[in-house]
C-alpha cells in the first residue's frame, strides 16, 4: 500500500469549510483513496473514498489532483461534531474484505 | 440496526491473569476484524476473518494472543496471560467482503492490566 502524509493538526472555524490535505505520492494506477475519521473515544468510522474523479456524498467531498499524488478532503460546513481525527488510507481494496493500515492521521479542530 | 456489539466496554485486570473480548458483527456482515489502538503505536490490525476462517494473523503481536470465530455473529480475543503493555483500546470491526465495502466499527474495549 503506498504512504500517505498528512499535517498533525489543523483548526478550523465553525460553519466554515474544512480542507485536509493527503499527500499519496507513491500510489499506484489501481490504489484508491479512503478516508475514514475517528471522534474522541469512539471506533473509525468510514467517510467517502475515490480512485481517480472527485466523489462527493452526504458527508464530504473528495477531490484527487489529476496526477493522483495528492487529495483533499472537504468538509463543506463544519461544525463541533466534526472534531475528530481524520486518516486518509491509500490501497488496492476498499478493506472490505482486507484490513486497513491506519497512520497518524490530522486531529481536526473545530472553533467555536 | 445494532451496529457491532463489544463487551465488555472496560476491563480492568491484573498481570497475568487471562482477559476475553468479545465482538458481535453486524448481521449478514461475512468479514470481521481485530485492531488494537494505543498512544505510541496508534491503530493497528490485529487478525482478520472471513467466512468466519482467519485470513490474517500477522499482526497479532506473539502467541499470548488469539482469536476465534466459531460462527458468523461471534468472534473472540483472548490474552493468556496477559501483561501490562497490553493496555489500549480494542476495536472490533466487521463488514461486507467485498472490495470496497466500508468497514463497521464497535466501540471498543478499553483493557487496562495493572
Known amino acids: 500500500d503506498a504512504k500517505t502524509t498528512q499535517p498533525p493538526s489543523m483548526d478550523c472555524a465553525e460553519g466554515r469549510a474544512a480542507n485536509l490535505p493527503c499527500n499519496h505520492s507513491t500510489i499506484s494506477g489501481n490504489e484508491y483513496v479512503y478516508w475514514y475519521r475517528q471522534i474522541h473515544s469512539q471506533g473509525p468510522q468510514y467517510i467517502i473514498h475515490g480512485l481517480k474523479n472527485n466523489e462527493t456524498n452526504e458527508m464530504a467531498s473528495l477531490i484527487i489532483t489529476e496526477d493522483r499524488k495528492s487529495s483533499t478532503l472537504i468538509l463543506p460546513h463544519a461544525t463541533l461534531r466534526d472534531t475528530a481525527v481524520y486518516y486518509c488510507i491509500v490501497r488496492v481494496s476498499g478493506g472490505g474484505a482486507d484490513g486497513l493500515t491506519f497512520g497518524k492521521g490530522t486531529h481536526l479542530i473545530i472553533q467555536p | 440496526d445494532a451496529g457491532v456489539i463489544q463487551s465488555p466496554r472496560h476491563e480492568v485486570t491484573e498481570m497475568g491473569q487471562e482477559v476475553t473480548l468479545r465482538c458481535k458483527p453486524i448481521?449478514?456482515?461475512?468479514?470481521l476484524f481485530w485492531y488494537r489502538q494505543t498512544m505510541m503505536r496508534g491503530l493497528e490490525l490485529l487478525i482478520y476473518f472471513n467466512n468466519n476462517v482467519p485470513i490474517d494473523d500477522s499482526g497479532m503481536p506473539e502467541d499470548r494472543f488469539s482469536a476465534k470465530m466459531p460462527n458468523a455473529s461471534f468472534s473472540t480475543l483472548k490474552i493468556q496471560p496477559s501483561e501490562p503493555r497490553d493496555s489500549a483500546v480494542y476495536f472490533c470491526?466487521?463488514?461486507?467482503?467485498?472490495?470496497?465495502?466500508?468497514?463497521?466499527f464497535g466501540p471498543g474495549t478499553r483493557l487496562t492490566v495493572l
Open positions: 470491526a466487521s463488514s461486507l467482503a467485498r472490495t470496497h465495502n466500508e468497514q463497521f
Open positions: 448481521s449478514g456482515h461475512n468479514s
